[in-house]
């Protein structure tokens, strides 16, 4: 009788937990919904942000292509980091170090983005403008630097798991052969690893890419296309927490807000099906024998 | 090289914190914990006592909120789901929730706890947003937990012949209840440093100390972001941050002793 009560309970509360998924989902598709069906695709391709001029301008484009410029050069820095780090970690670390570097990485992911962000404005940004006598330091690079060190964590963890969980025959067969070690782990090892070396990309991609507090401090949040890693921008989480507490619940620049949550979100769901696909998949890559 | 890529993480660590001690240490006294922000802006002068209070408050919410529906789930996900094509859809979905960005829970909080339900900014909006965020944080740890419980008891359960809901609370949860708590401490930690969703439902500049769940509340990690960002006080600022660091870092290192005790206690 218990075990029938809670097979119920626990299936009625999952339930109720996937609803609620699609309740945000859906939620935020219907208060965008306005914009999207008379702005259209402008709305991602336009660059004029001016949300309260008559006709108002709805061009979330400068928006995307921060947060991408932001995530992808994060990604640029972090993935030869992390994956040399994992290696170190998987092959050459001394147990001691290990065992002192991995419960670190588990902290560092439990530092509040603020605090990543705040950091990063009094060091890295001063540093900008005391070296390179910029007016203010702020710029997309910052915001990514900042990130990288954010997504190491995740990058180093997963890579690890990957390398990890290539067969030690490899190893074995290529130490046999007589190559050095560090050129079993690039030739041997990190092709061997590299779709969960592609997941633990993808992974810290979604990460970066939804990150918020980081790069509202950090990337500078001017509304102009971004030019270069250099100039300022602002990513659309960015421009969410800067301008909700401001709009009009109700009005276009409201529902414009929700376009661009709705687009965050989107861009975030493909990464975590892609991800999950390749999860599913690489157990098969590399044949246990 | 790559033993430099394994001291840059190290260095990392240490930097942030040394920093932070250095420039923060001096402004992270007694009376910085224990009394209003004071001055002219608000916030020059005093400490962070209400900031503080609305932190903790946010995180009790929010892991009332998602703590009980989030151990049912993972139950389900690891007991009773068998190999259905529904766990198959709840395992997606609880991935593809904990991918969500934090800003766009806050944007459904903001929309459907604030404005449709008309909570307005508050505590009790800013808290169950958090406790949306923290929801598939715990259901992933307390699914990973339930899971890892040795295969040796369920076997020996089902030999005896025991329902599978008695062997679930008198076996596997006890056996699993360190890491399950390890999971909820690093759920209320994510929970405390998180500024996006409550920079958009809960979070105010400045607010008394009454509490109340229809009230704006002043939270720890908001307050760094002000303070910073108006240029209101950059030593106070230092000084939060340095007191959520250590906040965070004293809930991550007891969910991380939990989980290694956890790990020695099962063979």
């Known amino acids: ?101 991995r419960p ?122 971004p030019a270069s890693w250099f100039s300022k921008g602002e990513p659309l989480s960015a421009l969410i927490a800067l301008e909700l507490g401001t709009s009009e619940s109700g009005s276009t620049h409201y529902q414009a807000l929700f376009a661009a949550g709705l687009i965050l979100l989107i861009i975030l769901f493909i990464i975590n099906l892609t991800l999950t696909i390749i999860r599913k998949d690489s157990g098969r890559v590399v044949r246990k024998s | ?13 240490t930097g942030i914190i040394g920093y932070l001690l250095l420039r923060g240490g001096s402004s992270l006294t007694l009376e910085f914990l224990t009394t209003a922000p004071k001055g002219l802006p608000l916030g020059t002068g005093g400490g962070v006592l209400p ?24 139950i389900y996900l690891s007991e009773y789901g068998e190999s259905s094509k529904f766990k198959v859809l709840v395992n997606i979905t609880i991935q593809c929730m904990a991918g969500i960005p934090s800003i766009v829970t806050g944007l459904f909080g903001y929309a459907f706890f604030v404005v449709y339900l008309g909570f307005g900014i508050s505590l009790l909006a800013g808290g169950l947003s958090l406790g949306i965020m923290i929801f598939p944080v715990i259901v992933l740890t307390a699914r990973d937990a339930l899971l890892a419980v040795n295969e040796q008891y369920r076997l020996a359960g089902a030999a005896l012949g025991v329902s599978r809901w008695y062997m679930l609370h008198r076996v596997i949860i ?4 360190p890491a399950i708590l390890s999971g909820i401490l690093l759920a209320m930690g994510y929970a405390a440093g998180a500024t996006a969703p409550i920079m958009v439902t809960a979070a105010v500049i400045s607010a008394g100390m009454s509490g109340g769940l229809m009230e704006p509340v002043m939270a720890l990690p908001y ?19 340095l007191l959520l660091v250590l906040l965070l ?15 020695k206690g099962g063979y």
């Open chain 1, 104 to 225: 670190v990485l588990n902290i560092l992911t439990g530092i509040p983005s603020v605090v990543y962000g705040f950091v990063g404005a009094t060091v890295l940004v001063k540093w900008f403008e005391v070296s390179f006598h910029m007016a203010s330091g702020e710029s997309l690079f910052c915001a990514s630097l900042v990130l990288t060190v954010m997504v190491l964590p995740y990058i180093v963890t997963t890579s690890e798991v990957a390398i990890r969980s290539v067969p030690a025959e490899y190893r074995q067969a290529a130490l046999a052969l007589g190559v050095s070690r560090p050129y079993v782990a690039l030739r041997v090892l990190l092709p061997l690893a590299k779709r969960g070396l592609l997941g633990a990309l993808i992974l810290g991609f979604g990460r970066a890419a939804g990150e918020t507090m980081a790069v509202l401090m950090l990337a500078g949040n001017t509304l102009h296309l």
């Open chain 2, 51 to 74: 900031a503080i209070k609305g932190t903790l408050l946010l995180v009790l919410i929010a892991v009332l909120a998602a703590a009980v529906p989030g151990l049912i789930t993972a």
């Open chain 1, 1 to 101: 009788m218990a075990d029938t009560m809670a097979r119920f309970t626990s299936l009625m509360v999952s339930v109720c937990a996937t609803i609620l998924l699609l309740a945000i989902v859906v939620f935020i598709a219907r208060e965008s919904w306005p914009v999207w069906s008379s702005y259209g695709l402008k709305l991602i391709a336009g660059t004029d942000w001016s949300p309260l001029a008559r006709p108002p301008q709805l061009g979330l484009g400068t928006m995307v292509l921060s947060t991408l410029w932001v995530a992808l050069g994060a990604m640029f820095i972090a993935a030869p980091l992390g994956f040399s780090g994992a290696v170190f970690l998987a092959e050459f670390a001394p147990a001691w170090l290990a065992g002192v570097i």
């Open chain 2, 223 to 241: 307050h760094l972001y002000i303070l910073f960002s108006q240029h209101i006080s950059m030593e106070k600022a230092y000084g939060t941050a």
């Open chain 2, 249 to 263: 870092l004293f809930l991550n290192i007891t969910a991380l002793l939990l989980k290694g005790r956890h790990r």
């Open chain 2, 1 to 13: 090289m790559f033993w430099s890529a394994g001291l840059v993480i190290l260095l990392v660590l």
């Open chain 2, 174 to 177: 006890p056996q699993s209840a």
